[in-house]
């Protein structure tokens, strides 16, 4: 059994993390393996590094120094962690990964879409996901939900709105890779939309 590589991307309190669980729940169900894991982080040495960018203590940290740390944290999470469970035959689902970088560094902090793309790709040898689920949601409704903000949270509502456009532009330019949902619609409803996809993948396989 071939393993399957799911990413969550979003902005911020989008819901991933329920459609995470809901979805991981309906995998068990289905008698796969399921790894679930986050970006930044997942290591060790991930979740060290996910202190440090996230921290509101390093304010002012260097654009490229921060593209740099989300990539080292996706090599090491993808050496240890993804590459291995897919070898097993598990589905992988995944809180985030290379488009986060491309949207918040590449797009919105301005580093540049190809170039923090190849950067994470030379990290993680060009491992890419089977699917990618985008919950979309207006960045002022996502924002107004965060109560302790972390450093990329404190960012403007304009960031965010690069941010929210760069996903979109991502998952337009390849739909069968990619799934856009309504954030604002039902909980329920948005995982019976990501369970229809998944299935449906998992059985073409
Ligand atoms: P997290 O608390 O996991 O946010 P969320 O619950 O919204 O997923 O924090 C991750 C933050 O880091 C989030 O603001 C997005 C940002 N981020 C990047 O800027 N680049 C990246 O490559 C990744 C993986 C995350």
Not at 157 to 171: E, G, N, S
Request: net charge negative; with cysteine.
């Amino acid at each position: 059994m071939r393993g399957m590589f799911i990413a969550f991307e979003g902005g911020e309190a989008a819901g991933k993390s329920t459609q995470e669980t809901l979805l991981a729940a309906s995998l068990v169900q289905a008698g796969r393996a399921v790894v679930r894991t986050r970006e930044p982080g997942g290591t060790p040495a991930g979740e060290a590094i996910r202190e440090i960018v996230l921290s509101p203590a390093y304010e002012g940290l260097d654009p490229h120094a921060e593209a740099l740390l989300f990539a080292a944290a996706r090599g090491e999470h993808v050496a240890r962690i993804i590459r291995p469970a897919l070898q097993r035959g598990a589905v992988v689902v995944c809180d985030r990964y290379i488009d986060s970088s491309i949207a918040y560094q590449g797009a919105a902090r301005g580093l540049g879409i190809e170039r923090v793309r190849e950067l994470s790709l030379w990290a993680t040898d060009g491992l890419l996901p089977d699917l990618t689920l985008v919950l979309d949601i207006d960045p002022v409704i996502g924002l107004s939900r965060v109560t302790s903000p972390d450093r990329l949270e404190s960012e403007s509502v304009t960031y965010h709105r690069q941010v929210r456009q760069a996903f979109l532009d991502l998952a337009a330019a390849e739909p069968n890779r990619y799934l856009v949902l309504d954030a604002s619609a039902t909980q329920q409803e948005i995982a019976g939309q990501i369970w229809q996809r998944v299935a449906d993948e998992l059985d073409a396989r």
